[in-house]
């Protein structure tokens, strides 16, 4: 619900300003950062005052150790911004606040093994089958910033745009699913599983990850 009344917003902001924007009002850009490859889309609200929306996307492929066991897993940053930008003293300077549609997250298989280790019991290949994880954050989460660059000045077309940020994603949650294996609807691997998963949530070693950095850079074209 909370999703499609974001999109929603997002839509009518560009529709809106899409049909009253006169020359100077609206530009695109394109920026690489901690959130990947992203387009955006800027609109003049009111003075000193821009809305940015926009989508970023990157994925990598990496063996990463989940709860004692190695996994294959793709790392899949995907999120959707929703921004706005007061630009301070009417100048290059800003300082941003909004929301985030964040789909980050990291999922794939555990890599071949004799056995594998589920919330300190070993369990061998047959009993687990094929095992899965599928690591995911908030989805939908609010960020505050600040940036350079103001892409609908007068000065120019083209603009430079920079922006440091934090997006307050929360603790990221672990799924880990069993299939084809001779205890996969086991009650005791399912209780093991969801013991790693909880072990997985309150580990302290993922409390950075709570405030996701962005930091980007990019160029902007005025219409």
Known sequence: M??????????????????????GDMALGLKTGTLGIGLEATFEVADKFNVRVGGNYFKLSSEVDV?????????????????????????????SAGAVINKNGLN???LSSNTYEIDDTIYTADEVGALSADVKFTTIAPYLGIGWGNALADDSDWTFMADIGVIFAGKPKLDVTSTGGTLSNDQAL???????????KDSDELKYLKIYPVISVGVSYRF
């Open 108 to 110: 794939g298989a555990a």
């Open 190 to 200: 399912l209780d093991s599983i969801a013991q790693a998963e909880t072990d997985f």
């Open 67 to 95: 709860e004692g066991n190695d996994y294959d897993l793709d790392l899949k940053l995907n999120s959707f911004t929703a921004i706005g930008d007061w630009h301070v003293m009417d100048g290059i300077f800003r300082v």
């Open 2 to 23: 909370k999703k499609t009344l974001i999109l929603s917003v997002i839509t009518l902001l560009s529709s809106s300003y899409s049909a009253q924007a006169a020359p």
